[in-house]
């Protein structure tokens, strides 16, 4: 867990400076990482003697490898975003929608950016035995698109990404245990049928409709 959490955190110290310096879109570096890394994971997993059923269970995720220590880790990463995500919303909302001008204006737009992808780093690192690294960035990212779908709030948009990240976790287990599934693939296709659900009632897809009809 130890090397995860170095991992996790060089993964997103590495996508900043790619997305800067290089001048892509932020998805494009966090792809590269994120191959890289799953080549790197089965590079290793090629290298380990013996059984690899531990070690694959941190790609597909188990909810019965979930000890007491994962549980506390969770809950750390948990209050430590929470909390500077309300201490520093408005600031946050600032880098987000443009980072040159939060510069502009006095806002450490570098810190705080850097220190998303940290967090982001940090979350995949607790959600590693529950969900897995191979399907934790959909659960990162179903959840929030979801969202997205639903409202043009900032503030409402994270709570009802947060909202549907529980709600997808506990629907998945549910789904798991009752058809004896991987819980982290049930949990990621449950987030996955949200976003669609959203997608179907997203009054964004309305105005949208709306205008291109006038």
């Not at 995500?85 to 408005?90: T, Y």
Request: charged share 10%.
């Amino acid at each position: 867990m130890l090397g995860a959490i170095i991992f996790s955190l060089a993964g997103a110290a590495a996508i900043g400076p790619l997305a800067d310096r290089g001048e892509f879109n932020l998805d494009t570096p966090i792809g590269i990482i994120f191959s890289i890394t799953m080549g790197l994971a089965f590079l290793f997993m090629g290298l380990l003697p013996g059984p690899k059923t531990q070690a694959l269970e941190l790609l597909w995720g188990s909810i019965l490898t979930v000890t007491t220590a994962d549980l506390w880790l969770l809950a750390v990463v948990t209050i430590i975003v929470t909390g500077l995500v309300v201490m520093f919303f408005k600031e946050i909302q600032a880098v987000i929608f443009h980072r040159e001008m939060a510069r502009a204006v006095g806002i450490p737009a570098d810190a705080i950016f850097y220190s998303i992808l940290f967090l982001t780093g940090a979350t995949v690192t607790a959600s590693l035995r529950s969900i897995g690294g191979l399907l934790i960035f959909n659960l990162i990212l179903n959840p929030a698109a979801a969202a997205y779908q639903l409202t043009y709030s900032l503030k409402y948009m994270f709570f009802l990404a947060a909202l549907f990240g529980v709600l997808s976790c506990w629907a998945g287990l549910g789904v798991s245990y009752i058809l004896d599934v991987p819980s982290g693939a049930a949990i990621v296709l449950t987030s996955a049928v949200i976003f669609v659900l959203a997608t179907i009632f997203s009054p964004k897809r309305k105005v949208k409709q709306w205008q291109e009809n006038e």
